[in-house]
């Protein structure tokens, strides 16, 4: 199903997909939100810290939120999310992937764009932790990539009611062709060196933490030194650590549109024709998504920006489209 654009236009003075993106992070005053941490076992041992918010009480609605590369609960499209939510009476819970909170996890592997099983993990405890609230979920980038992954092999079984996913890497390796163009090479500069000292900091603590063995299977792995590209990072560190042949092999399991045509739950997907992370050509066609998943396709808005208003009063559209989609697709399951 295809969806009007009207109710988003981008600001003026930031036109373009650089601009659209960049200003949130770069210029965006941080929300103060005073929020529970708790973390949860998986099932290998390792664990996953998250980051709750909302009404304190019996849970009625609460939302998973899924950050993206190299961020964590604290990425500024979380915590305004979080609040947004919290305003409407809203709990919300972020999740941190694998050794993203601020603390190295305690295994080797760590997470990545196709990590669905963490996912699983996480929604499996929770919904059995509280069966009578209503889940549902958003993922920005990688994490909408997990989502809309997960969704797809869940199909009708999982306990999700309604899921949301913004500029979604629909093909990661058009991904990481499309980030090593132009100005774009600028993310990727900085995405490696992040992700370069992700690995660092995880070998220092296993040192500290005499883990012998996660650590040998750290040094076990091609040099970090010389990275370019996603394809070297993807193919040296993503693809060992996590059993894929190669960063083609990770590629092509991983990449969220194989498995949009197997949503079962009402889904929305929010994208930009001007993102410069993803290729237009990678957006799933309209036309062959299931009935009930949405895709919202606006001209302009960059990648997770989608900024409107004024300079002095900027307007975060997804901080208010997102609650109310959510909200209309639980009334109306309740209703019917």
């Known amino acids: 199903m295809f969806s009007s654009t009207s109710s988003f236009r981008s600001s003026r003075w930031l036109p373009g997909g650089h601009l659209q993106t960049l200003y949130s992070p770069l210029f965006r005053r941080s929300p103060r939100l005073h929020r529970r ?13 998250v980051d709750w918010y909302g009404p304190e009480g019996k849970l009625a609605y609460c939302v998973l ?6 961020g964590s609960s604290s990425s500024l499209y979380i915590l305004g999310q979080q609040q947004a939510l919290a305003a409407r009476g809203w709990q919300s819970v972020a999740v941190n992937w694998r050794g993203c909170s601020g ?25 059995s932790r509280y069966p009578t ?5 958003v993922g920005y980038s990688l994490g909408g990539n997990v989502l809309l992954k997960y969704l797809g092999e869940e199909g009708s079984n999982t306990p999700l009611r309604a899921a949301v996913a913004v500029s979604v890497p629909f093909r990661l390796d058009h991904c990481a062709d499309r980030i090593s163009k ?19 900091r995880k070998q220092r603590a296993f040192v500290r933490q005499g883990r012998c ?14 990275m370019k590209t996603f394809w070297d990072f993807d193919g040296r560190v993503t693809a060992p650590l996590h059993g894929f042949e190669s960063a083609d092999d990770y590629y092509r399991r991983c990449s969220s549109a194989y498995f ?14 001007d993102d410069p992370f993803i290729f237009p050509h990678s957006v799933p066609n309209a036309e062959t998504l299931p009935s009930h998943v949405t895709l919202e396709l606006h001209a302009s808005g960059g990648h997770v920006g989608f900024i ?10 997804l901080e208010h489209r997102l609650p109310d989609w959510l909200q209309s697709q639980v009334s109306s399951e309740s209703s019917g």
């Open 213 to 226: 063995e996660e650590l040998a299977r750290l040094a076990a792995l091609e040099t970090l030194e010389g």
């Open 260 to 273: 949009v045509e197997h949503l079962r739950i009402p889904t929305l997907i929010v994208h930009a024709q």
């Open 65 to 70: 939120l899924l950050h993206g590369l190299t």
């Open 103 to 127: 603390e190295p996890n305690q295994r080797a592997r760590g997470y990545h764009s196709g990590a669905s099983e963490d996912l699983a993990d996480v929604v499996n405890q929770l919904t």
């Open 308 to 317: 409107a208003g004024s300079p002095w009063r900027p307007r975060y559209y």
């Open 37 to 49: 941490r708790e973390r949860m076992t998986l099932q290998d041992g390792d664990f996953i810290d």
């Open 182 to 200: 132009g100005f774009s090479k600028i993310y990727q500069t900085r995405f490696l060196g992040d992700l370069r000292r992700y690995v660092e």
């Open 133 to 137: 609230t209503t889940f549902t979920a």
